[in-house]
């Protein structure tokens, strides 16, 4: 199969799981290389059944050029730019990846996938891998649904947004086989260390100030990377065309509760003495448009697909603490130059240096 940004988090993830949990299979990965895309979270995995294509998704005649060599029977789409607060400082690249490079790439699929003979066309797929952001926000209670209308409040959301109704027009207008699906925050290794759990982590070890946005009452539900991998798999194997599948952990916090945890496992990993990393807690502005919470309604994909998350966070959360703790050697060499763990999407007034 072809994956699109199997050099990010989750893409890495699913490249290592997947070519573990299926002998038979091999992959082709391709991945621009931008800040939060390296090699360096790939160095584990067997050459001889990934190929990796440095390009663009939005480059046509390269990707039409890996179809006809490859063959490949689904194209698992995980390219994309995915932190709102770099959307709120620059749309356009956002824009760009996430909305014209979804386009480019379904476009190009279409074409190869006419082309398939039987049964290579019938069994060819298309896997729009997406963003629970794209509903919005909700109250204290209730839960996102597949049927829950779209109402992103974040450029990237939007983008996302634009993408999945690319995936389900191509599947109506042109018959493409697409697959859209909704997760959950993710967590686990490898993940850029702009996002919340990787940038408390390393900032709590080293004793940095541990900003949290607004009140700190913002609600996520946590997903472990390796149960997301699992259901796309599933839904891949399963789904059926045409459909949207909500992929959740559910695990709700608040961000505050969240980065008190993580505190307290920095502790215990990193014994100096000094007092709990809980008092390098600050509250900051919070981000402009913040959704208050986010909750999966994963029913859908448990009953038609047999799919319920598998790991516990608690545990999890400790090994992941402890990998980042270990691999800071890693996180430095994706940091380096690009990135040194300051706040971004920030919107100041230079003149009275008020900051939304």
Request: proline share 4%; charged share 25%; with cysteine.
């Amino acid at each position: 199969m072809l994956v699109t940004g199997g050099a990010g988090f989750i893409g890495s993830h699913l490249v290592r799981n997947w070519l573990q949990a299926h002998p038979e299979l091999r992959i082709v990965n391709l991945d621009r290389l931008t800040y939060a895309g390296h090699v360096a979270s790939l160095r584990d995995i067997d050459r001889r059944r990934q190929v990796f294509v440095h390009g663009d998704v939005r480059d046509r005649r390269l990707v039409a050029g890996l179809l006809t060599a490859y063959q490949p029977s689904a194209v698992v789409h995980l390219a994309a730019e995915s932190h709102v607060d770099r959307s709120i400082d620059g749309p356009a690249e956002f824009l760009e990846t996430n909305v014209a490079g979804t386009l480019a790439l379904l476009e190009t699929a279409t074409e190869y996938w006419r082309k398939l003979a039987e049964p290579e066309k019938t069994r060819f797929r298309f896997l729009q891998v997406s963003t629970d952001e794209v509903y919005g926000a909700l109250g204290p209670k209730g839960a996102f649904a597949e049927t829950t209308p779209f109402a992103p409040n974040s450029p990237y959301a939007a983008s996302k947004a634009g993408a999945d109704h690319l995936a389900r027009a191509f599947c109506r207008t042109y018959g493409l086989p697409t697959l859209v699906t909704h997760c959950s925050n993710n967590y686990g290794p490898f993940q850029y260390p702009e996002k919340l759990i990787p940038l408390t982590i390393l900032n709590a070890a080293e004793r940095r100030e541990l900003p949290v946005y607004g009140d700190g009452g913002h609600v996520r539900d946590w997903l472990h990377v390796s149960d997301h991998v699992d259901a796309l798999d599933r839904v891949l194997e399963r789904g059926q065309c045409g459909e949207a599948y909500n992929i959740g952990g559910g695990v709700e916090l608040t961000n505050l509760e969240l980065v008190g945890r993580l505190c307290d496992l920095v502790d215990a990993h990193v014994s100096d003495g000094l007092p709990t990393r809980r008092e390098l807690i600050r509250f900051v502005a919070d981000r402009p448009g913040h959704d208050r919470r986010y909750a999966i309604d994963d029913g859908k994909i448990a009953k038609e697909l047999g799919w319920t998350p598998a790991v516990d966070f608690g545990d999890a959360l400790r090994t992941t603490v402890a990998w980042y703790l270990s691999h800071r050697d890693w996180a430095a060499t994706v940091l380096a130059g690009r990135y040194d763990r300051e706040r971004l999407g920030v919107q100041c007034n230079q003149k009275s240096a008020t900051c939304m």
